[in-house]
């Protein structure tokens, strides 16, 4: 397993931008397929957006669009994964976790054993 530190949330105005970090220990970091999941207050963990070793993405794709406002990257050689929120609406508001797993992207929470302590944003109207 990994270890995971998130950083980057904060409070900001409908329509800001936001960008998450989440840094991983370990030698093995490129081997790894990253994931951001967000849970809202009374709300399940939701994926939104994952990216395997090499660079591959899959973004969640629901009505509130994340596709087209949120983009996920990864720096193999600084162990980080990222997440770019722009236009932020209200609705994105949530704690956001990274994870990690072996081998191939999955959306699949249950996939992942290694979760990061999460990071705040708050996204006000």
């Known amino acids: 397993q990994v270890q995971l530190v998130e950083s980057g949330g904060g409070l900001v105005q409908a329509g800001g931008s936001l960008s998450l970090s989440c840094a991983a220990s370990?030698?093995?970091?490129?081997?790894?397929?990253m994931v951001w999941f967000r849970q809202a207050p009374g709300k399940e963990r939701e994926f939104v957006a994952a990216?395997?070793?090499?660079?591959?993405?899959?973004?969640?794709q629901d009505s509130n669009s994340l596709k087209g406002r949120f983009t996920i990257s990864r720096d193999n050689a600084r162990n980080t994964v990222y997440l770019q929120m722009n236009s932020l609406k209200p609705e994105d508001s949530a704690v956001y976790y990274c994870?990690?797993?072996?081998?191939?992207?999955?959306?699949?929470?249950?996939?992942?054993?290694?979760w990061g302590q999460g990071t705040q944003v708050t996204v006000s109207s």
């Open positions: 370990g030698r093995t970091f490129s081997t790894y397929a």
């Open positions: 994870a990690a797993k072996p081998g191939a992207l999955t959306s699949e929470r249950t996939e992942y054993g290694s």
């Open positions: 990216i395997s070793g090499s660079g591959s993405v899959n973004m969640a």
